[in-house]
DNA sequence: ATTACCCTTCGGAGTATCCGAAGGGTAATA
DNA sequence: TATTACCCTTCGGATACTCCGAAGGGTAAT
């Protein structure tokens, strides 16, 4: 399989320009070798992603789900340009934080907002990046600090626990199991699901575990946000699994039951990770004894 | 500028394996084409990539920067392919729902889930994509219904409008405006900023228009969740710009003054589009006249 | 000193890509 | 009905690219 950038550009041309003719020139090929490529990706994928009509060419269902990602992934390779082009200059007065997606959406935010009132001048650029490549970005020195799940093996590296981060599943308030306290994963994977809309990271890591147990997980819808899936599960469209901190915010506003999940993956906690205390530039440090000092949100 | 998918692929190998010789192996190369690729790679961005070491190479900023975005990039990759795989089979018994961010986030969570909840037997599969791409597909007929901003012009199609979502500045409880209406951009574009994450669609567009007014926006923080920059705004980091619906959502949890944008790339509204009403299928039929019902959103 | 890695450069071989030209089709116009 | 204007596909050759093996040079450990 190849699928080149090339050629999802190509393809973008051709279906904006609505011809193969003027969108090989939009592109800057002739005519021959956008036919020729166009026949080639839809060799590989093997569906039709255009039709041919008498007046140009029109996309399939298929086509413009191509159409749709082309444009998702052309767009990260420019932000990803423009990153590059940013390390020819180099930010100043900032600092950098690296952190994994449940500390930036659920435990970043609270903690970090007193802080920066308190210190007008200071800007802080958050990084969302995987825990194990935030680890790795400390060891080599790239980065001072970050917030990690302790997941990850860290060598040579502090962790400090600031939080506790573990999924939970919620259940509309008749559903059999709105009475118990905890439950098995096994135990509830033939429930319909809502979940959350696919790549996502905890998305996939939740259907590798069911994938593990040899099930699928059935899903009734997906949603884009965790507000949304609380929201569909309170109305009883079905169960769902979200991080603790989501579980317990939404619960007033939208009533399900909260269930702990019994796995050991379900237990989840964030750690501040550092190299030494003693290495960290003072502004660093202002903020990492700020998002230790009173762990609000790991008390259940 | 090239920077295909193969060199992305090359550089992960040879990150995750630590040495160029061991990377060119992951990835099926000989070491001479692993060393040129990489070469060319530098050449073209402009900026050291990796660190030679005696003992293999380390990674720099930059190449840590790429290394993140490589991996986003080959799993749009891998979600592309993995829908377009779909296609050859086909999904029964769903509806496909298209809608914008805006009504992915803000609008459908609310009005799907009791419709949801009353038809058991129905699943849905939301699509994210923008109202320009809702609105041709619909219009060749490859989609029945979509949910869409009313800034797109949609020639033949139906807008039946649902829900507004107007754009709205939030300012800090003491901040100069705190006590104002209305307000013009001009007038608040050299207020300290918390925004969110570059590449969002409407983080994009906010500072579109501020370019346009010879601006640019001075950001103390990006965050990756609406709540979040509310959350800092009510701190008092700075001023942000966010949806009606967000910041009505908020404003109790946080505390913060909502105050109306002037322009008129600031009002927006949501509209259900379709080709006509007698064509539609039953199903989609019930769920449009369930999301056109009640607009509970649209009043201020 | 030997061995084990590691990276770069070079010239040649193989192939993927591109292109112009030829061919065949439809639809509107004269 | 002939003509014109588009549109797409196929074919063979020229080009450019990528890949590879071999050679060269370096460091670190045994």
Redesign the interface.
């Known amino acids: 399989?190849r699928?080149?950038?090339a050629d999802l550009r190509l393809f973008l041309c051709i279906v904006d320009a609505g011809s193969i003719t003027q969108g090989a020139i939009r592109a800057n090929l002739a005519l021959a070798s956008a036919s020729e490529r166009l026949r080639r990706i839809e060799a590989d994928?093997?569906?039709q992603l255009l039709e041919r009509h008498h007046r140009g060419v029109?996309?399939?269902?298929?086509g413009?789900?191509?159409?749709?990602?082309?444009r998702?992934?052309l767009?990260?390779?420019a932000?990803?340009?423009g990153?590059?082009?940013d390390?020819?200059l180099g930010t100043r007065g900032t600092i950098h934080v690296y952190a994994n997606?449940a500390a930036?959406?659920e435990f970043?935010?609270?903690k970090?907002?007193?802080w920066?009132?308190r210190h007008?001048l200071l800007?802080?650029?958050?990084k969302?990046?995987?825990s194990m490549?935030i680890v790795?970005?400390i060891s080599?020195g790239?980065a001072e600090a970050g917030v990690v799940s302790d997941a990850v093996d860290a060598p040579g590296l502090k962790l400090q626990p600031v939080a506790t981060d573990h999924l939970m599943l919620i259940v509309p308030t008749k559903n059999r199991l709105a009475q118990t306290r905890t439950v098995s994963f096994a135990n509830v994977m033939d429930e319909?699901f809502v979940g959350l809309?696919?790549?996502s990271a905890l998305q996939d890591h939740i259907n590798d575990h069911a994938r593990i147990a040899g099930h699928a997980l059935a899903?009734?819808?997906?949603?884009?946000?965790f507000?949304?899936?609380c929201?569909?599960v309170?109305?009883?469209?079905g169960v769902g699994i979200v991080p603790q901190g989501v579980a317990k915010r939404y619960r007033r506003r939208y009533s399900y039951q909260v269930v702990a999940l019994e796995e050991s993956w379900a237990r989840r906690r964030l750690c501040l990770c550092f190299r030494s205390w003693s290495e960290l530039s003072p502004a660093i440090q202002s903020l990492l004894s700020h998002l230790g000092g009173t762990p609000a949100i790991e008390a259940v």
């Open positions: 399989m699928l080149d950038l994928v093997g569906v029109a996309t399939t269902e298929a413009e789900a191509l159409v749709h990602h082309a998702l992934i767009r990260q390779q932000r990803l340009l990153e590059l082009q390390f020819t997606t930036l959406t970043l935010p609270h970090l907002a007193p920066l009132a007008p800007n802080v650029d958050l969302e990046r995987t490549e790795r970005t080599v790239l319909p809309e696919p790549g899903f009734r819808v997906r949603m884009k946000t507000e949304g899936l929201e569909m309170s109305c009883g469209v």
